[in-house]
Structure formats: structure tokens, C-alpha cells
T-cell receptor, first 106, second 116 residues
Framework: GIQVEQSPPDLILQEGANSTLRCNFSDSVNNLQWFHQNPWGQLINLFYIPSGTKQNGRLSATTVATERYSLLYISSSQTTDSGVYFC????????FGQGTTLQVKP | GAVVSQHPSWVICKSGTSVKIECRSL??????MFWYRQFPKQSLMLMATSNEGSKATYEQGVEKDKFLINHASLTLSTLTVTSAHPEDSSFYIC????????????FGPGTRLTVL
């Protein structure tokens, strides 16, 4: 089956710093979603991005489908950005990566 | 964005009992819903795909007789954990797929099940 790999697995930032999270996938997909799982377990939709670039405030994402990767950019990080970030690829069902655990320190 | 609710948010039960978890799409209709399981510090694992009006499709290794799924309407899917055992303790999350426009999935807040 398709493999989804996220890097880095863990990331510690100082408040105000920028970061890039990566998601590699091993086969063609219908679409790709990025999520933030908050400390209570709720998955929050960040981006639905099968290809191209999208921006939402301090977050932006780029998917290069032909090269099978997606990037999530977080600028001017805040402590509330802490949590786990998942990418998931859709092949008819969502296949999740293992996540990147982000800790933003004040 | 689309809203998905789950009930209950947490439940504690005795070993051998059954527990039902409800998943509702509040402001859209969903012909397809999904059930996931998440262990601490791990990713989400798809358990089954629930289609309105038909039998659920279970992932390999998921016992269909233990995890009963019913999708009786376009806004409600239920997961019943039958004869629960401590190893069934986990965080269960549902999602619903939009049926118009994109096929983006939206997730419920999850249900934390503890089996004593």
C-alpha cells in the first residue's frame, strides 16, 4: 500500500520562529489534507491541497503532486501552534502519516 | 467549515459490556463516514468505511463482529464496541466526507473509551 512519511517527527521552536514540515508519499493520490490535532484530540482542518499552493494567515502549504510531496509552512510561530500536525493522502480513503509533534516555547 | 459531532466524548465501562458511539454531520449530508482508532502517541488508523444504506467496509485485521457499524441516515453513523475488553480502550474518531464540491473530510472531536 501507499506509504506516507512525515518529517521531522519532533520539532521544538522558540516563539516567533518559522518552520517547514514535510510530507512524502509513495504513489499518486487523489488529494491531500493537512490537520492540526490539538491537545484535546480534535483534528482541525488546515488545508485541502491536492496540488499547488494555498495560504491561510500564518500558515501556507504547497503540494507538488508530480514529485509526491507536500510542505506545510508555519511563520511567526505561537505557543498555540503546539500540537501534532498530520498529513493524510486520499486514495479513496485517508492514509495518515505518523505526524510531526511541534512544541513552541514562549 | 463543516461540523461533525461525536457522542459521548468519553465513556468508562466494565469489561464484557457494549458501548455505542454516535457520529453526526451537523450541517451537511454525508453518504460516507469513516471510523478511526488512535492509540497514545500514535497516528490514526482507519477501522472501517461506513456507507449510508449499505454494509460497512472493514480494514484488514478489524473484527466486524466486534465493531458494529450502522449508517442509517445521511447524517448519522454509529459504532458499537461489543463485549468490550481492556485492550479495546482507545480514542475513537469519526469523520465525514463532503458529498458536494470537494471530497474533503471533516473530523469529530473523538470519544475516549476506557474499559475496566
Amino acid at each position: 500500500g501507499i506509504q506516507v512519511e512525515q518529517s521531522p517527527p519532533d520539532l521544538i521552536l522558540q516563539e516567533g520562529a518559522n518552520s517547514t514540515l514535510r510530507c512524502n508519499f509513495s504513489d499518486s493520490v487523489n488529494n491531500l489534507q493537512w490537520f492540526h490535532q490539538n491537545p484535546w484530540g480534535q483534528l482541525i482542518n488546515l488545508f485541502y491541497i491536492p496540488s499547488g499552493t494555498k495560504q491561510n494567515g500564518r500558515l501556507s502549504a504547497t503540494t507538488v503532486a508530480t514529485e509526491r510531496y507536500s510542505l506545510l509552512y508555519i511563520s511567526s510561530s505561537q505557543t498555540t501552534d503546539s500540537g501534532v500536525y498530520f498529513c493524510a493522502v486520499d486514495t479513496g480513503k485517508l492514509i495518515f502519516g505518523q505526524g510531526t509533534t511541534l512544541q513552541v516555547k514562549p | 467549515g463543516a461540523v461533525v459531532s461525536q457522542h459521548p466524548s468519553w465513556v468508562i465501562c466494565k469489561s464484557g459490556t457494549s458501548v455505542k458511539i454516535e457520529c453526526r454531520s451537523l450541517d451537511f449530508q454525508a453518504t460516507t463516514m469513516f471510523w478511526y482508532r488512535q492509540f497514545p502517541k500514535q497516528s490514526l488508523m482507519l477501522m472501517a468505511t461506513s456507507n449510508e444504506g449499505s454494509k460497512a467496509t472493514y480494514e484488514q485485521g478489524v473484527e466486524k463482529d466486534k465493531f458494529l457499524i450502522n449508517h442509517a441516515s445521511l447524517t448519522l453513523s454509529t459504532l458499537t464496541v461489543t463485549s468490550a475488553h481492556p485492550e479495546d480502550s482507545s480514542f475513537y474518531i469519526c469523520s465525514a466526507r463532503l458529498t458536494s464540491g470537494s471530497d474533503e473530510q471533516f473530523f469529530g472531536p473523538g470519544t475516549r473509551l476506557t474499559v475496566l
